[in-house]
Structure formats: C-alpha cells, structure tokens
C-alpha cells in the first residue's frame, strides 16, 4: 500500500509569512497526526484526528498554528506568521486505530522549514 | 505529562557487534512502547515494539526488553550492519482504547563502522 504523502518536501520563508503544509493519510487510516521535529530532537505531537475531529490538540500554539482535515481524508497544517522559532521538520503520521493492536503510527518523509 | 529519557545520545559500534539503547518514562499507565528508526531526510520507520504485558519481544537481530517496575526498555541490535546507522527512537504512548499518544524520547544516533 502506499506510504503517508506530504508536500512539499522543502519550505524556505522569511519571518512573519505564512506557510502551509500538506499531507496525505494511508488509505484507510482514520487517524492522523501532526508531529514537529526540531533538529536534535524526537518529534513532538502538535495535533491529532480522529476522521475530521480533532482529538488532542494541547500542544498546538494555536496564535498561530491552525490544522483542518476536511473530509476526514487530507489534512492541511498551516503557520501564520512564521517564527525563526518554528524552523522543524514538520511530521504527518497516520495509525488504523489508535489504542488497539492496529495503533502502529506510519510517518511520512516530513516537510523541512527553514525560516529567515 | 508523560516524560521519556533516552540514553546514550551517541553510538558507535564495529560491525558485528552488538549496540544497547535504554529509556526510562515516567508515567505508570504507559502500556505501549515502539522503536523508531530514523535515517536522514526520512520520517521515522517503526521497527519493533512491545506492550506492557510483555516482557521481552525478539525479531531476528533486535529485540526490546521491558521491565515495568523500573519504568524502563531497552533496544537491542545483535550482529550490527552498516546499514543500521541511523537515529533511533523510544517512545511511550498511554493508549485508552481509542486514543493513542506517542511521546518520543531525544534520539539515538547509531554509527556501525566497518
């Protein structure tokens, strides 16, 4: 089966613009996670959902970060603005079902921001 | 919240050898534990993972051990390759049944040097 896609691959902005990011579930996959990864370190859960309802979205700085997933498919997560703070490796991982023995969580290949 | 420390930070190995990577949480309601591998410019691939009534799981050359009492787990590599260098991940997740939330450790990066 297909992996997680995300686009784009690479992202370079300036301070205080606005950037979004696009990923693309596992068929079949009812949840989806955005993850952010700062350089050096494990990626850490911005967001979940659960089909198109968010189900934990603590850890999200929410001035200025925003997830939708219409449909309950794709899923678009977008900065605005751009901190020099939020250069990361931005992860999306889908699992089947969360809190089961299908819960495996399949990351795709990350977005790479760098922000000036 | 849920807290996981991940030793050692660095690795290196010769080829053949085996490679230990150990991490502790903090949270006792943690029920669930994968390891990631993750190689460059690529997101992190689940290589093994055990839950918490299980104490050891093996999968030809890796294998996790947990002891719950310590709140610890281990990644072993036997026989270690080349190809095995990489940043390696624990994580631990609390999983109610319908949620699952990952909190990853800082990473390991292996070296395996011929």
Known sequence: ??????????????????????????????????????????????????????VDDSQLPKDRFSAERLKGVDST???????????????????RKPGTREETQYFGPGTRLLVL | GENVEQHPSTLSVQEGDSAVIKCTYSDSASNYFPWYKQELGKGPQLIIDI????????????????????????????????EDSAVYFCAASINTGTASKLTFGTGTRLQVTL
Do not use: M
């Open chain 2, 51 to 82: 839950r918490s009534n299980v104490g050891e799981k093996k999968d030809q050359r890796i294998a996790v051990t947990l002891n719950k009492t310590a709140k610890h787990f281990s990644l072993h590599i036997t026989e270690t390759q080349p």
């Open chain 1, 77 to 95: 997560l977008k900065i605005q603005p751009a901190k020099l703070e939020d250069s990361a490796v931005y992860l999306c991982a889908s699992s």
């Open chain 1, 1 to 54: 089966e297909a992996g997680v896609a995300q686009s784009p691959r690479y992202k370079i902005i300036e301070k205080r613009q606005s950037v979004a990011f696009w990923c693309n579930p596992i068929s079949g996959h009812a949840t989806l996670y955005w993850y952010q990864q700062i350089l050096g370190q494990g990626p850490k859960l911005l967001i979940q959902f659960q089909n198109n309802g968010v």
